[in-house]
């Protein structure tokens, strides 16, 4: 099993819902990540997880939550967003070298949750 | 200050011709490289890598080329199949770091 599946493939939601995304892998990958895509940009990366633990933050806003309750699953607890939250939030996973990071390994992309936020 | 760039945003090549799709960089410790391609409401497709202590990888139809001294890589597609339209984005690594930068892609058409 090669595939990274993603939960909802759209969400509409107004600014004082709450709601999650969530993302799964079993092929024993153990970084997963969660990506920002606005559209015609690149993905931009939001959270890292290591062996279940957040390894990289990139200053996002606390009303986006990370969690990895286990080595397969990855989720993302959205509440009061603004409506240029508004993306593609894009979930990827790979191994981990030897070295301790992803270095050499390339990384799997889910077909991604495509967020409106009213 | 975008450290990957894709400076082409498109590209049309007829079908059986080379596509060169090219990427630089400016962060001088990137030392692994990526290309994915992407379809409309799909995630990124990893294509092919290279390391920074190689010049070129050849996988199939593809080739990758790196110029460390001129901070610049390519993505050689030959020859070019109508499947092969979809936007493709370069990435870039450090040893030591799970993160991963992305230029800005390019949408590539093979016209049949």
């Known amino acids: 099993d090669t595939e990274v599946t993603q939960t909802p493939k759209h969400l509409v939601m107004g600014m004082t819902n709450k709601k999650s995304l969530k993302c799964e892998q079993h092929?024993?990958?153990?970084?997963m990540y969660w990506y920002k895509q606005k559209a015609k940009k690149p993905p931009e990366l939001m959270f890292v997880?290591?062996?279940?633990?957040?390894?990289i933050n990139e200053s996002v806003p606390s009303r986006f939550s990370p969690e990895c309750p286990n080595s397969s699953l990855l989720n993302l607890h959205l509440h009061a967003l603004q409506p240029e939250d508004s993306a593609l939030y894009l979930c990827?996973?790979?191994?981990?070298?030897?070295?301790?990071?992803?270095?050499?390994?390339?990384?799997?992309f889910g077909p991604g949750t495509r967020l409106t936020v009213l | 200050d975008q450290q990957v760039k894709q400076n082409s945003p498109s590209l049309s090549v007829q079908e059986g011709r080379i596509s060169i799709l090219n990427c630089d960089y400016t962060?001088?410790?990137?030392?692994?490289f990526l290309w994915y391609k992407k379809y409309p409401a799909e995630g990124p497709t990893f294509l092919i890598s290279?390391?920074?202590?190689?010049d070129k990888n050849e996988d199939g139809r593809f080739t990758v080329f790196l110029n460390k001294s001129a901070k610049h890589l390519s993505l050689h597609i030959v020859p070019s199949q109508p499947g092969d339209s979809a936007v493709y984005f370069c990435?870039?690594?450090?040893?030591?770091?799970?993160?991963?930068?992305f230029g800005t892609g390019t949408r590539l058409k093979v016209l049949a």
């Open positions: 092929m024993g990958h153990r970084a």
């Open positions: 997880y290591s062996y279940e633990k957040l390894s």
């Open positions: 990435a870039a690594t450090t040893s030591g770091t799970y993160k991963y930068i």
């Open positions: 990827a996973s790979s191994l981990v070298s030897t070295s301790g990071s992803s270095f050499g390994n390339e990384q799997f």
């Open positions: 962060n001088s410790m990137f030392d692994y």
């Open positions: 290279i390391s920074s202590i190689k």
